[in-house]
């Protein structure tokens, strides 16, 4: 993965549990900057290293872990360099996950060799989203449920996010959604 | 016509689209129409709602015709539309978009959907911002590395320091263990119990110094000692390994004349600045060939001093052993030759450029000279310059002393000043010292040593580094000064900054051995 991904990952570590913990993390995984570039690719194996080392520390399970990390991510991504294409993606939760693709078709140019996912919206109603996750990647499930999660913080929206139906690539998420205004 | 779409699917190419009819009013719009410029309503003129730039509005017809360029400003809001005017027969269909820059990525209340799917503006924008993104999360990268490395090399350095104070405290203990035992196995030695446990305790001391060794290694402190060396016979001594750094196809010849006298270096300093400059040969005879490596003696300047563009530390010694060492390689052009000695600096695809340098620095350290002169297709000279070692100080005549001076040898005698702050070491350093029959005047901070040095002579000073107030190389320099055929011998934990270091001078590294403190004082 990315090293942006890293980089959160120790931003979400150091804000919850404080500096310490993340350097007796990057102490006991020998890592260090060298880790946390935010343009290279780094092997999953690693990025899976870091998360279950943070899992450890959250006192959380993996998957919880990957789940509270995809919803910090969209905090992460909107506060940081990211903010404004963010923010131009969408500004609403629909629109937003609508446009996921074409900001990944951006992202994939702008960091070559990207494994992104890509994310269909097969039903768009008011308060009722049916989004498919399709990705070669296995494993991340709690994460986009979490990028759900916080998508719809983001927009001040809540709701229940299910999972309807898992195949070998994709994952089909139901989202139902108000404001909270 | 070949093709035909709906006003959803013209909104999804164009979700800003606007369609006029003959009567130039309003007939159709996207959908990023209807969200960000409200008050556009189906029928309203089109010059009600906007400024078309590049046309006579009323002339609209008339003036255009198939698809032209056109541009579009909202009449109450700063909205820009630019695309093409595609005419038809019942009226012109405006296929704009919204005009965007990076900047409206943040602050717009415009997003990805106002925008059609196949626009390259739009990708080409957004790959502008994100890189923009990336460049800033570079240089943050950038900014924890160099903090990251500033922080490790901060923590080397004390780490180093520490390890350094530790290793040149424990080198004075064991250093004062070294000599009392020396002082017990001298005075005791017939008694076989006690020689056996004085040899047991020189054992452990040599043990305890392997120790320290490797602490100065660790403290990046050199460990060597610089002592008068027969260049000859450390060419001698080392020719196996001289033969197997230049390979089989290339011929070593010798051609030792420096008539075996010696220069104050570090032996294994010395040994690698040959063993660089014969790997500088044989990588100039690729297909092999000779190198003759020469010593000879010389007096006077050397060239790189006659040019002025070093010290003159040596030439005003007089005389150097002067090594040479000639390859029949592929040369060197002017250019090349000027950049050799640059650290870092290399022809070689895989070299280092570290060699060369470091033999400059050793030559340097040593008060000496290095220089290359070559012929392109001829081969490279390499001259490495050393001084001389000075000999044991020559007595000083009655008369010629300083003032209030005693005599030197005036009794038969060498006459040694000790520095040492260190009384055991100082104690038995004395006894040992006279037991060998020299004069020694014993002196426990560089303050007193000035002092003895001004009421009398000396063959010989002999001092610590390390001191309270007056340092032993601050020692040395005065006692330079006031009796400039004194012969210097520092001993240290620490090995001094060479930069304090006058060509000449010998060092001796803590803990030290008898027998190889006698051998630098009568040698």
Known sequence: ?181 | MLLSFSEKQIGALFPAFLHIDKQLNISAMGPGILRHLPHVRMGMPCAEAFDIVNYDTAQFFQEGANVQPVSLIARDSDVHLSGAAIFHDAGCLLAVRFAITEDMFADSSMDLSDFGHADPVILSTMLIVLQRAMLEESQANAIELAHERQRSADLLERTSRVAGYMAHDFNNLLSVIRLNTDRLSRQFGKDEKIGKLAEIIQEMAARGSEITQSLMTLSLQRTDTRQPLSVDQVIQDNMGVLDSVVGSNITLKLNLDADGRKSVVSYSDFLNALINLLLNAREAMPMGGQIALSTSLGVGQSKSHADGDADADMAASGSYIAIQIADTGIGMSDALLARAFEPQFSSKPNGTGLGLASVRNFAAEMGGDVWLESVEGMGTTAYLHLPVARTVAPLVAAGSSPPNAGTPNALGKQRILLVEDEPYALEALVEMLEAEGYAVTACTSGEEALRALAQNAYDVLLTDVLMPGQNGTEVARDACIVQPSIKVILMSGYVPDSAALQPGWLFLHKPMESAKLLQLISG
């Open chain 1, 1 to 181: 993965m990315y090293g942006m991904i890293h980089r959160a990952m120790r931003q979400m570590v150091q804000e919850e549990l404080g500096e310490e913990a993340w350097l007796a993390l990057e102490q006991k995984l020998d890592i260090g900057p060298t880790e946390l570039l935010t343009g290279m690719v780094y092997d999953d194996a690693l990025s899976l290293e870091i998360v279950a080392e943070a899992a450890a520390r959250f006192n959380l399970s993996v998957d919880q872990t990957l789940e509270a990390f995809g919803q910090y991510w969209v905090r992460f991504a909107g506060q940081g360099s990211l903010s404004s294409i963010m923010k131009f993606t969408g500004q609403n939760l629909a629109s937003f996950i609508t446009n996921l693709d074409r900001l990944h078709l951006a992202v994939g140019s702008a960091m070559p060799g990207a494994r992104l996912p890509t994310f269909s919206t097969l039903e768009n109603a008011p308060g009722h989203l049916v989004v498919e996750y399709r990705s070669d990647r296995v494993g991340m499930e709690p994460f986009v449920k979490g990028l759900l999660q916080g998508l719809m913080d983001r927009f001040d929206a809540c709701g229940e996010i299910a999972v309807v139906h898992r195949g070998e690539k994709t994952i089909l998420f139901d989202i139902r959604y108000q404001d909270k205004g």
